[in-house]
């Protein structure tokens, strides 16, 4: 049974504020909480409307509550309470050959997605910008499925940061319309890729700290009128490990 008090909880926990108090997050359904798990967040509590891990703590949940505290109009079978993982201090990581960064990002479904390419290619560090969407929004978590707890996520200025990274060696690289190929580019050893947001791109604060400028050329035929950005990062992050490959 869902007590009072834990149904408080999963209402604030809707709110990015009482998400940053509590250091908590929640997330939702079977495959989700199972991969969180398996990934090494931890867990605090999960409740469920019927028993389908019988080696998780589960509290019974009646769908009637469910549906009450669920992000969700249609529930998936069970609602979880996890830890946010802690992440090392940032400083350049001389051993991560790429880093994220992302400008502005503000569609939660983009960021989870860019969190679960990160983990697909290896990428262990993401920076976003102080007006990205929470990394801790449901909506990101669920299309995260389970990343959360493979990638080192960041919440600073950009701008301020880059100097560090460049120290080290490192350039940065950002997706715009008068950039180069992407196609001809030949990638730094030590790589950021700086992705814009949905709407504006990247930054005019941003594109000054930029060292080189990549473009995904758009065949002559299309009539689209810009790419989503995480295709736009799956086409870059592939291309950067079939390089480094």
């Known amino acids: ?43 605090y509590k999960v409740w469920s409307t019927t028993n389908w891990d019988s080696a998780l703590p589960l509290q019974s949940i009646s769908e009637e ?74 909506k990101t978590v669920q299309s995260s499925m389970g990343s959360l707890g493979n990638v080192d996520l960041y919440q600073q200025k950009l701008v301020d940061l880059a100097p560090l990274f460049q120290a080290q060696g490192y350039t940065v690289c950002g997706t715009l319309l008068d950039g180069s190929s992407v196609y001809q580019t030949r990638w730094p050893e030590k790589t950021i890729l700086v992705l814009g947001s949905e709407s504006h791109g990247i930054s005019n604060t941003v594109q000054k700290i930029l060292d080189k400028k990549i473009l995904i050329p758009q065949a002559s035929s299309s009539k689209a009128e810009s790419l989503n950005v995480a295709v736009a990062a799956s086409i870059c992050l592939g291309l950067l490990a079939n390089q480094q490959n």
């Open 1 to 43: 049974m869902l007590s009072n008090n834990d149904a408080k909880l999963l209402r604030k926990l809707q709110r990015k504020k009482y998400r940053d108090q509590e250091e908590m997050f929640v997330a939702e359904g079977p495959k989700v909480i199972g991969d969180l798990i398996a990934n090494g967040l931890k867990l």
């Open 65 to 138: 509550d469910l549906r009450r505290v669920s992000n969700f109009e249609t529930p998936n079978q069970c609602i979880a309470v996890f830890e946010k993982p802690k992440v090392p201090s940032l400083y350049p990581d001389s051993t991560s050959a790429v880093v994220l960064f992302l400008d502005g990002i503000r569609d939660p479904g983009n960021m989870g997605t860019l969190i679960r390419l990160a983990d697909w290619f290896g990428v262990r560090q993401i920076i976003c910008s102080d007006d990205c969407v929470d990394v801790y929004n449901f």
